[in-house]
C-alpha cells in the first residue's frame, strides 16, 4: 500500500470515530442522563473566536516562519492567525491565514469542524472538547518544495512566489475552553495532503489560544 494510501486509510479512520462520537451525542438519552452529561454550548453564547496558531513539530521541516536560533539550519516557528465560527452543539466553520507549516508558503484555508464535549465541570471554568476540522487549503508551494523535489534551495523568493499547492487538511485535536467559554486553547495535529503541484504529504502538530465574543 502507498503512503498516499496509508494516509488517506487514517484520516478516513480519524473522521469516522469523529462523526460517530457526535451522532452518539446527538442520539436519545436515557431518562436523567442529561444531568450526567457534559453540558453544551449555546451558538449564541461566545460563538465567534479569533487568535493564533504556532507550529510545533513539522515534518518535513522547512525554512519559513521565527526562526529559534542562527544560520539556514535553525528550527522555524510557524504562525498563522485562525478564526471560528459555532454553528450548532457539535458543528463549527475555520478559517486561517498564515504559515500552516514551515516547509509551505503563505496560505488561507477553511474548514468545517465536528467536536464533543468530553468534560466540563459544573461551573463552566474549564470544559475539555475532541474535534476534526477537515477543510481546504491554497497557498504557495515555498522554497522548500523545490529543496524536497531537487535538493537544492532556490531562496526565499519563492516564499511568496512559485507554484501554488492546493492542499486537504485533516487535523484532529484537543481543546480546553475556559471562563464560561470566554476562550480557548487547543492543540492539534495532522496532515496536509498538497495535491498540485505535486501529491504530497505533510505533518503539522501546532498549539494556540482563541479570544471569543
Keep these: 500500500m502507498s503512503a498516499a494510501s496509508r494516509l488517506g486509510a487514517g484520516v478516513l479512520a480519524s473522521l469516522a470515530v469523529a462523526w460517530t462520537g457526535v451522532a452518539r451525542a446527538d442520539g436519545p438519552r436515557a431518562p436523567g442522563a442529561e444531568s450526567a452529561a457534559a453540558p453544551a ?3 449564541t453564547e461566545h460563538g ?10 513539522d515534518r518535513p521541516t522547512g525554512h519559513l516562519g521565527i526562526p529559534l536560533g542562527h544560520g539556514e539550519t535553525a528550527p522555524q516557528l510557524p504562525i498563522a492567525l485562525v ?22 508558503g503563505p496560505a488561507a ?6 467536536f464533543v464535549r468530553l468534560w466540563a465541570d459544573a461551573r ?18 515555498g522554497p522548500d518544495y ?12 519563492y516564499a511568496f512566489g512559485g507554484p501554488v499547492a492546493f492542499a486537504l487538511r485533516l487535523p484532529v485535536g484537543l481543546r480546553v475552553s475556559w471562563l464560561r467559554d ?16 505535486s501529491v504530497e504529504g505533510l505533518f503539522e502538530l501546532s498549539a494556540g489560544a482563541r479570544f471569543r465574543f
Excluded: C
Design 146 to 157: 523545490w529543496a524536497r523535489k531537487s535538493d537544492e534551495f532556490v531562496g526565499y523568493g
Design 83 to 104: 478564526g471560528r465560527l459555532q454553528l450548532g452543539e457539535h458543528t463549527a466553520v475555520t478559517a486561517g491565514a498564515g504559515l500552516p507549516t514551515s516547509a509551505m
Design 41 to 43: 454550548v449555546a451558538p
Design 109 to 114: 484555508w477553511g474548514g468545517f469542524e465536528a
Design 48 to 57: 465567534w473566536g479569533i487568535g493564533v496558531q504556532v507550529g510545533m513539530l
Design 182 to 197: 470566554r476562550f480557548d486553547t487547543f492543540v492539534s495535529g495532522g496532515e496536509i495532503l498538497a495535491l498540485t503541484p
Design 124 to 141: 463552566r471554568i474549564a470544559s475539555i472538547e475532541a474535534y476534526e476540522d477537515a477543510g481546504l487549503q491554497l497557498g504557495f508551494a
